[in-house]
T-cell receptor
Framework: DAGVIQSPRHEVTEMGQEVTLRCKPISGHDYLFWYRQTMMRGLELLIYFNNNVPIDDSGMPEDRFSAKMPNASFSTLKIQPSEPRDSAVYFC?????????????FGPGTRLTVT | DQQVKQNSPSLSVQEGRISILNCDYTNSMFDYFLWYKKYPAEGPTFLISISSIKDKNEDGRFTVFLNKSAKHLSLHIVPSQPGDSAVYFCAASGAAGNKLTFGGGTRVLVKP
C-alpha cells in the first residue's frame, strides 16, 4: 500500500521562477496538509484541506504561495515568484477522518533550493 | 509564540539505557498529543500518541506520559537502541484529523 507520494524530491530553481510541488495522498484519507521545515522556524503548517476544500491557510507566508486540491488524489503547492528565503523542505501529509488520534502520514518531502 | 516547546535540542544516551524526551505546551485547548520520529531525508513517522483523558500510553519500548496540570508530556524509550537515533518531534492537536502544532525537535543519538 503506497504512502504519501511527493514530487519532485529535489528542486533547484532561480529566484523569480515559478515552482510547483505535487502530492498524492493516501487513498481514502480525507485530510491533506502542507508543511514547511526550515532551520529557523522548524516544522510549520502552511495549509490544510478537508474533502478537497481548503480549511485553514493562515500559515501560508504570503500571496506568492498558493495551494490547490482539484480532486481527492492530487494537490499542488505553487510558489510564484520564488525567492531564496523559500528554500526549505516541503512536506505533504494526509490523515483519515475519525481515527481519533490526529495521526498524520507524511510524504518524503521536497527539498527546494532557490538560488 | 511557540505553543509547543522541546527545550532540549539534543540527547545522547548509551545503548540499553533509557531515553527521556520532554515537551511542554501552553494551549489548554490541545487534547491530542503525538510523537513523531524523523530520519534524515525522510518524512516524519508517527510513533505514539496520547489523548488528554489519559496520563499514560505504552507501545512496546515506547511510553508517553501526560501531565495536564503541568502542560507537560514526555516520551520514554527503554531500552534505547542504535536504530532509535533520529530527531523526535512532539506535536499537539485540538481535534482528531485537525492541524498539528509541532515542537522544534530533539535529536537523539544512541551510542553502541
Amino acid at each position: 500500500d503506497a504512502g504519501v507520494i511527493q514530487s519532485p524530491r529535489h528542486e533547484v530553481t532561480e529566484m523569480g521562477q515559478e515552482v510547483t510541488l505535487r502530492c498524492k495522498p493516501i487513498s481514502g484519507h480525507d485530510y491533506l496538509f502542507w508543511y514547511r521545515q526550515t532551520m529557523m522556524r522548524g516544522l510549520e503548517l502552511l495549509i490544510y484541506f478537508n474533502n478537497n476544500v481548503p480549511i485553514d491557510d493562515s500559515g501560508m507566508p504570503e500571496d506568492r504561495f498558493s495551494a490547490k486540491m482539484p480532486n481527492a488524489s492530487f494537490s499542488t503547492l505553487k510558489i510564484q515568484p520564488s525567492e531564496p528565503r523559500d528554500s526549505a523542505v516541503y512536506f505533504c501529509a494526509s490523515s483519515p477522518t475519525g481515527k481519533g488520534s490526529a495521526e498524520q502520514y507524511f510524504g518524503p518531502g521536497t527539498r527546494l533550493t532557490v538560488t | 509564540d511557540q505553543q509547543v516547546k522541546q527545550n532540549s535540542p539534543s540527547l545522547s544516551v548509551q545503548e540499553g539505557r533509557i531515553s527521556i524526551l520532554n515537551c511542554d505546551y501552553t494551549n489548554s485547548m490541545f487534547d491530542y498529543f503525538l510523537w513523531y520520529k524523523k530520519y534524515p531525508a525522510e518524512g516524519p513517522t508517527f510513533l505514539i500518541s496520547i489523548s488528554s483523558i489519559k496520563d499514560k500510553n505504552e507501545d512496546g519500548r515506547f511510553t508517553v506520559f501526560l501531565n495536564k496540570s503541568a502542560k507537560h508530556l514526555s516520551l520514554h524509550i527503554v531500552p534505547s537502541q542504535p536504530g532509535d537515533s533520529a530527531v523526535y518531534f512532539c506535536a499537539a492537536s485540538g481535534a482528531a484529523g485537525n492541524k498539528l502544532t509541532f515542537g522544534g525537535g530533539t535529536r537523539v543519538l544512541v551510542k553502541p
